[in-house]
């Protein structure tokens, strides 16, 4: 066993985890953030989305040993009480989401991309962006619609601020 020492959604945690133990599982199972998905068992599906430092990365490709003193962010930490984040509003107000099973992923892919373009986006850089996450209820385009509104929403302050801010 090792121990692995993280700030998760902004707090400092440890736990205790075997050198086999994934990212995803570490999160779910040790320290119970069961908002982050496992959907598939080939890193295809994209419901595992974290970011690691900042970056989006399926947390099921990475061992819980290997994020060791890393700043993580799940789903659960990025709404600011009981303000939803406005990657979370856009998918609500625009219906991207059925089951929700994809969603969180979807939402950390999404925060992550409008960072990496500046809150400038057009449908097919989301859809292209989107390829490492896959919905298997929903035809993508609410989510696209999603995406689109969250980016025009978080070039308005103040809340680009948040984008810049993790
Ligand atoms: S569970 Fe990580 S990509 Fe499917
Ligand atoms: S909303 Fe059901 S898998 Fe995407």
């Known amino acids: 066993m090792t121990e692995i020492s993280l700030v998760v959604n ?3 945690v440890k736990g205790q985890a075997e050198g086999r133990v994934l990212l995803v599982q570490f999160l779910r199972e040790t320290l119970g953030l ?19 430092d900042g ?36 998918f609500r107000e625009h219906h991207g989401l059925q ?9 950390m892919t999404a925060v992550d991309m409008i960072r990496r ?3 400038v986006l057009d449908e097919k850089t989301v859809r292209d962006e989107l390829d490492g996450n896959i ?22 302050e103040p809340a680009s601020q948040r984008v810049a801010a993790e």
């Open 34 to 52: 069961t908002g982050t998905h496992v959907g598939c068992d080939t890193s295809q599906c994209g419901a595992c989305v974290v970011h690691v």
């Open 135 to 156: 919905c298997r209820c929903t035809g993508y385009h609410n989510i696209v619609k999603a995406v689109l509104a969250a980016a025009e929403a978080m070039r308005v």
């Open 55 to 90: 970056r989006a990365v399926k947390s099921c490709t990475m061992l819980a040993a290997q994020a060791d003193g890393s700043q993580i962010t799940t789903i659960e930490g990025i709404a600011r009480g009981q303000d939803l984040h406005p990657v979370q509003a856009a």
């Open 10 to 12: 902004g707090r400092a």
């Open 117 to 119: 373009h500046d809150g």
């Open 99 to 107: 089951c929700g099973y994809c969603t969180p992923g979807m939402i």
